[in-house]
């Protein structure tokens, strides 16, 4: 799994105005992310956040009675999301370290909101996630849509994923939907919903294309 590191240190740089970055930018993934599940979960559920940050995302379940444990390699994120008292436990922790500190079948629900888009190769963690999840439990999560008007560096495409930079210099990676489904059905998860969001891109009239999904695991 190839995680950028310029992902991180630019979230870390920018913790303690994420949130207002993120409403800035339109980034309404945590809501579309809580409302695509809403009617599949239920209070006291353990569920996980795969990359909480700030706890954006975590808060809704919290709100909904769940009981949230959240991950991630900020420490910035992490204390501005332990401030917000909606996680039983949070870790530091790079995502880059599977297997993820956790046993097996332990959580209802996981999600990881805006997060994949910054990873490549998706399925080391996706398969995790299928060691960590119990029967029948939910994994929803956000990736950047394929833009399949525009022109990629053929160096960096592949059957799989390609790859840009941020105006940060961050990379960025959309995965191709037939690579998604093949590692869904590969690692026995159920696809649910799908939802295909915009967010601006700092400029007006300039977005970028994101889907959303739940899914169900089956094993």
């Known amino acids: 799994m190839k995680n950028d590191q310029g992902s991180l240190q630019s979230h870390a740089q920018s913790a303690n105005s994420y949130d207002e970055q993120a409403r800035e930018y339109g980034w309404y993934?945590?809501?579309?992310?809580?409302?695509?599940?809403?009617?599949?979960?239920?209070?006291?559920?353990?569920?996980?956040?795969?990359?909480?940050?700030?706890?954006?995302?975590?808060?809704?379940?919290?709100?909904?009675?769940?009981?949230?444990?959240?991950?991630?390699?900020?420490?910035?994120?992490?204390?501005?999301?332990?401030?917000?008292?909606?996680?039983?436990?949070?870790?530091?922790y790079n995502?880059?370290?599977?297997?993820?500190?956790?046993?097996?079948?332990?959580?209802?629900?996981?999600?990881?909101c805006g997060v994949f888009h910054f990873i490549g190769d998706l399925q080391p963690i996706f398969r995790d996630v299928s060691r960590i999840i119990k029967p029948g439990g939910l994994f929803s999560f956000t990736v950047k849509a394929e833009h399949y008007d525009r022109k990629t560096d053929s160096s960096k495409t592949n059957d799989m994923y390609y790859s840009e930079r941020s105006p940060e210099g961050v990379e960025v990676f959309t995965h191709r939907k037939q690579y998604l489904k093949y590692l869904l059905q590969l690692l026995h998860f159920e696809e649910l919903k799908e939802q295909l969001f915009l967010v601006q891109n700092g400029q007006e009239n300039n977005y970028s294309t994101f889907f959303a999904h739940v899914v169900k695991y089956k094993k």
Not at 79 to 87: G, R
């Open 95 to 112: 995502l880059n370290d599977l297997p993820l500190p956790y046993s097996n079948s332990l959580f209802q629900h996981i999600i990881s």
């Open 29 to 92: 993934g945590p809501e579309i992310l809580f409302g695509m599940c809403f009617e599949y979960i239920s209070p006291d559920s353990k569920l996980l956040d795969i990359g909480i940050g700030t706890g954006l995302s975590s808060a809704l379940f919290a709100k909904a009675g769940l009981e949230i444990y959240g991950i991630d390699g900020s420490v910035e994120m992490l204390h501005i999301c332990k401030t917000k008292n909606i996680a039983k436990e949070l870790k530091q």
